[in-house]
């Protein structure tokens, strides 16, 4: 069975962050410009200390739900949503004209 530390990481470790593509501290996971954590954070670091532990004492059960709980759409359900929307603007106007209405008019 593998033991975690229960321990914040210092500001100076650092892993890379798959959202940016480059290495960030955990400071920087913590709080985003919105004031809550990143909703990767436990992805992120559950290797490394026992986050999820960290943030159900720092966090209130509705924040740390907010936060981690909500997994949002798919993204193939938001693609299917606008290939849905593009047949149907094509459907509603089947020779591809926009009546002048373009980008470029």
Same mark, same amino acid.
């Given at each position: 069975?593998?033991?975690? &530390? &229960? #321990? ?5 470790? @650092? $892993?890379? *962050?798959?959202?940016?593509? /480059? ?5 920087? *996971?913590? +709080?985003? !410009? =919105?004031? =809550? ?6 992805? *992120?670091? /559950?290797? /490394?200390?026992? +986050? ?5 004492? =720092?966090?209130? @059960?509705?924040?740390? #739900?907010?936060?981690?709980? !909500?997994?949002?759409?798919? @993204? +193939?359900?938001t693609l299917m949503?606008? $290939? ?6 094509? &459907?509603? !106007?089947p020779s591809g004209?926009?009546?002048g209405q373009g980008? *470029?008019?």
């Amino acid at each position: 069975m593998r033991t975690f &530390s &229960s #321990a914040l990481p210092s500001d100076d470790f @650092k $892993i890379r *962050c798959p959202r940016l593509g /480059h290495q960030v501290p955990f400071s920087y *996971c913590r +709080v985003e !410009n =919105t004031g =809550t954590p990143c909703f990767k954070t436990l992805d *992120c670091w /559950h290797g /490394h200390f026992d +986050v999820a532990a960290y943030f159900k004492q =720092t966090l209130s @059960k509705d924040e740390f #739900a907010a936060a981690f709980m !909500n997994q949002g759409r798919p @993204k +193939v359900q938001t693609l299917m949503d606008l $290939i849905r929307q593009a047949q149907d603007r094509v &459907s509603q !106007n089947p020779s591809g004209t926009d009546g002048g209405q373009g980008p *470029c008019s």
